[in-house]
């Protein structure tokens, strides 16, 4: 049992939960809570198998920290002036002091003469990638001359401190050409680290690094190197294709099986569940010994089952631009083709054409309804752009993607544009539509309102 209390007078009355990083999609796995009181103390127990990096999910409360089973850890506040916001006592103060001050070492070096880490040259981000070093060294240094700490847990934060100075130079380089990123730093970032313990224990920066591994040295490889094949043919066979990159790798099996997971997690969470993925998950059901990563998966696809074709439409709404509210059932009787768009996106805007011309196509229909959704956070720029008569004739609603209940989140939305077919009934066709510049989109509507007169009659 871990025993967790808390002192801060600024969450007074809130409720604190302790969680973990879910290393396969970043999501937060919860541990416990730990109620506060209207003086902001409060103390919350929990079970815990093995040690793990921790964290506060909280708005006026942020700390990360290490905590093994058995563990009697507080959080308390600090005196004024303090370098740090909190403090720590009971059971590994003296580690989570050294997380909490890395992280303010950390935070120190996000901005460098005045800019922006991501923005500084190559001469300016070394300065700011040694200074950091050197702040790490010197928190180490001061660590391994506590006594209470022993030489494993001197090296354990050794590896928690490269792990956040390798995210800061991959954070870095995103993006870049290789002429403005360092050579040190292209030499460091050039292959994922193999560190089986950091992946055990959750470190976050582990798994931020994982993530724009796979993402620029994997999905995106895969697509460069079949960049001469269209979508509709590379779709179907891209699972594959990801799976012999990893294997190809030749990774522990751990750090293996962890790539294999986390692409198809990727995968089903931004395209869905197409019958190639579903054909991998089973594959990885039988394959993958982690019953975590096994749950991942069972989740993914639980949660786009509830989307699947003839499942009732999930109902979003919003307002238009002479501020009426409108909702997905409001058309209910008509086929629905809807187009999740904003103002900022340009691959949005390029499709708009083709939109005209699918309306134009089905203009004599008056059971189709075509309701474009934005989500963008700046009203007045949306409401410029539908006044402008830039955007496709229909339906427009803003629909802001911070609300629970947005087509954002009840759709699980990643990136727009993102398009939704919907029949008559309010039931669920397609939940990745083609887009109308394949061409497509006029035979699949007159295609499903054909099997809809056929329903009626």
Known sequence: MVRISINHLKAAGDTIVIART????????????????????????????????????AEDLAAAFFISPGADLAIVPVKEGAKVSIGFEGDGAAVNQFIMESHQIRNGVEKWNGKHAIHLNKAEFTEAKDSLQRGFDRLLTSLKSDARISAEMHDLMKRYAGMQALFYQYNFSIGKDSSEIPAAVSQDIKKMPIDTVALKLGMFDYALIASFFCQHKIYNAVYEENEAIDWDSLGPIYPKLVEAKIKSGKYPRSIEEYFRVKAADYQIRSEGLSPEMINLASLLEKEITSDEYKKVIREDIARWEKLAPGKPAPDFGGMTPDGKKISLSDLRGKVV????????????????????????????????AFLYVSVDSDTLAWKRMVASGKVPRGTHIIDHADSPKSAWNQYYVWGVPRYLLIDAAGRMVATHAVRPSSGKVTAELRKLLAANKLARN
Request: proline fraction near 4%.
């Open 22 to 57: 879910n290393m396969v999609n970043l999501d937060n796995i919860e541990l416990g809570k730990v109620v506060l009181d209207s003086a902001g103390k409060g103390t919350g127990e929990f079970e815990l198998d093995a040690p793990v990096f921790a964290h506060i999910v």
């Open 337 to 368: 083709y809807v187009d999740i768009w904003a103002t900022w996106c340009g691959p949005c805007v390029e499709e708009f054409p083709y939109s005209r011309k699918v309306q134009a196509d089905l203009k004599d229909r008056d059971d189709i």
